[in-house]
């Protein structure tokens, strides 16, 4: 059995020496200025850029709400379009709330470690019932919030049309105990305010910052921030025992979610990895080797990667760019750990046993995706 064995790396070695596949990639590489040629992901690249062409116009009614809004409460009506816009893509998900129990277009919330919902509600004289529902109620009260942690952070304050003027109250509106992820969600609504296109008395954003797929080599590199240690446990994992990915979307934002598994709360919760939809950054909070909770019984042999959004709204959540960069984290945990890049390794959260979840949900792209991850799981193996 040994000597077979040995015998076989020999006759792969010789196979190597004779093909020399990484001496053809080098010369591919050195004709087209040392990028990856890989025909698929070019493919990908084309389609993604017309996918992105696309862009939002936010409808007449809610240009009303948030201008309403602004005049009652002083906060500029496009700061409080960018931070619906990243709550929820301006959607009320019909009274659905998000994983951390908010509501409505701004993500009012209400859990025993956030009660922005009932503060709103507070400041605003607007009843819970009306701010979880109605759409103008809801952005009436978040510019209440807005309003009342700007005058909390800089006191003497006077109106500003200038967005960064209000950084402070909008690090409070995410209020992390970590102020590194209250910073990275500022620079997100910031970023968001620059995808406005002014078009008359319209306001249309620009659906995704595309990143090409042939930027650069399949480097990834997360963001370490650690998950609170209730919310996974201590592991010894790795090749042989870290068999399957687990697909998942939040139903909720990047920033909220990890917030959420920073903390200790009821129903531990955390994922490995952490993916966001307008430019697929990627943050790690459980190490491969631990086990994270994310997906009950399969635990013990996955990896769990969450992607920002919502499953009922997949064409504003579901980025190419997001697609793309987790495809190749993907293709990196199935050639690290011997994974096989296929549909019975990689799957969705609601198809594994015993779920209670319907993630990803119809609307994701599942020959997108895998035609990502083959595409970048043939670049690792180069
Ligand atoms: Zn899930």
Known sequence: MKARHVLGILSLAALFAVSAPWASYAEEAAKNGGSPINM????????????????YVVPDTLLAAFEEASKQYKVPRDLLIAMGWNESR?????GLPSFENG??????VSNPVKQTLEKASQLSGLDVNLLKSDDKSNIMGAA?????????????????????????????????????LNVSYLQQV????????????????????????????????????????????????????ITHLVIHVMQ??????????????????????????????ITQMVKDKDIAYHARSANSYTIGIEHEGYVSDPKKWFTSTMY?????????????????????????HSEYPNQTHT????????????????AWYAEYQK
Not at 40 to 55: G, I, P, R, T, W
Not at 359 to 374: A, C, E, F, I, L
Request: proline share 5%; aromatic share 10%.
């Open 359 to 374: 993630d990803p949900g119809s609307g994701w792209d599942w020959t997108t995706y895998m035609r990502y991850v083959k």
């Open 90 to 94: 301006l959607s009320n998900h019909e």
């Open 190 to 241: 910031l970023g968001t305010s620059k995808l406005f296109i002014p078009s008359g008395n319209k306001v249309t954003i620009k659906n995704e910052i595309v990143i090409s797929a042939l930027a650069g080599k399949p480097v990834v590199k997360p963001i370490w921030k650690a998950a609170h240690p209730t919310n996974y446990a201590t592991g010894n994992r790795g090749r042989g025992t």
């Open 40 to 55: 698929e992901l070019q493919q990908l690249d084309a389609e993604a850029k017309l996918a992105n062409e696309q862009a």
């Open 252 to 281: 909720g934002t990047y920033a909220g979610s990890i917030s959420w598994a920073q903390q200790k709360h009821d129903g531990p919760s955390a994922a490995h990895y952490y993916v966001r939809s307008s430019d697929g950054e």
């Open 144 to 180: 209440a919030l807005l309003a009342e942690f700007q005058k909390t952070a800089n006191p003497g304050f006077r109106e500003s049309p200038n967005l960064s003027d209000w950084s402070n109250a909008i690090k409070m509106y995410l209020g992390s105990e970590n102020d590194e």
């Open 103 to 108: 509501y409505g277009i701004m993500n009012l």
């Open 324 to 348: 793309n960069q987790s495809a190749k984290l993907a293709a990196l945990m199935c050639y690290t750990y011997g994974i096989p890049v296929d549909r019975s390794h990689i799957k969705g």
